[in-house]
């Protein structure tokens, strides 16, 4: 069963590319209107997500606010109040990756995957469940990772920030579990994003393979469907999470990871 969101208002952070704007894109296809977040080019994301949600006749906003920053974190919250007057369901989907030996570990790296992956869920957190609670309703949707649940090498800063969105997600739920507003963690194994795009460049590089061949090896080292999981598939999560059917889901890790973490 899927969410009916007509006149529901969704902020999705880091949607200008990837997870997020698949999720936006399956929000604006069930009626809500989207703000848009993120860096690069948005416009064209914007497109798509109003496409999806023609039939409905969605409106579709956008905000460029760096969420390693708590004021910007802040701006991008009043403006959704100002243009929208309200969020409804609101997506943490921004994050970022680096890969180092923790002794390695560049400190600044260390605290913007933290802010950004971690910190700045807590803010929209923070500034979005006061109108929640008023309203008895509403959707906290975490994006964190396969990488909350297990760790792997070298991933240090993003595996301790998933894991701490974990708990943000728990604590959360466990604090709206009398009102309508739930709170849950979706955990993603491999998705061929940019962010994954990235680490295959690296990987083929580092190992002098095509890229073909580092897809592969990237999948094949801990994926064990061999197939990446799609945007659309966790949009699909994403919509039943929001769906009257997910009401009492509450405070839940749920992987869509090809079987990864069955190992
Ligand atoms: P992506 O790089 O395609 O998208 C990341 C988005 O975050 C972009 O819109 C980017 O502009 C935005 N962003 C980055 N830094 C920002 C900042 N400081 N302020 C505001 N926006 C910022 O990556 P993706 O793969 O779609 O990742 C989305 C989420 O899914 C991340 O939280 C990531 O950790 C998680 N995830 C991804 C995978 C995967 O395999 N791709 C797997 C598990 C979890």
């Known amino acids: 069963m899927s969410a009916q969101l007509s006149g529901k208002v969704a902020l999705v952070t880091g949607s200008t590319s990837g997870i997020g704007l698949g999720v936006a894109e399956g929000l604006a296809a069930a009626g ?6 993120g860096f690069g080019e948005w416009q064209p994301a914007a497109e798509r997500v109003r496409a ?3 039939a409905h006749g969605v409106r579709v906003g956008y905000h460029g606010a760096d969420l390693s ?13 100002a243009e929208f007057g309200r969020v409804d369901v609101l997506v943490n989907n921004a994050g970022i990756q680096h890969v180092a030996p923790v002794e390695a ?20 957190t923070r500034l979005v469940l006061p109108g929640m609670r008023a309203r ?3 959707r906290i949707l975490n994006v964190a990772s396969v990488h909350g649940l297990v760790a792997s090498a070298k991933k240090a800063a993003y595996v301790a920030a998933k894991h701490g969105l974990l708990g943000l997600t728990k604590v959360t739920a466990l604090e709206t579990a009398r009102t309508g507003v739930t709170c849950n963690a979706l955990c993603p194994g491999w998705v061929l994003t940019p962010l994954v795009q990235k680490q295959v460049d690296a990987r ?11 897809r592969e090896a990237l999948l094949s080292e801990k994926q ?16 039943f999470l929001c769906s009257d059917a997910a009401s009492e889901v509450r405070g839940v890790a749920w992987n869509m990871d090809g079987g990864w973490t069955a190992q």
């Open 105 to 124: 570990f560049p400190v600044e790296r260390w605290d913007a995957v933290l802010a950004i992956n971690l910190s700045a869920a807590f803010h929209t």
């Open 32 to 37: 809500a209107h989207v703000v848009l977040n």
């Open 224 to 239: 064990p469907s061999a197939a990446f999981v799609t945007p659309g598939q966790l949009a699909a999560l994403a919509l």
């Open 204 to 214: 083929a590089a580092g190992d002098g393979v095509d890229v073909e061949a580092a």
């Open 69 to 81: 920053k708590v004021a910007e974190v802040e701006a991008l919250l009043a403006h959704a109040q």
């Open 136 to 138: 008895n309703w509403g």
């Open 52 to 54: 999806a949600g023609a």
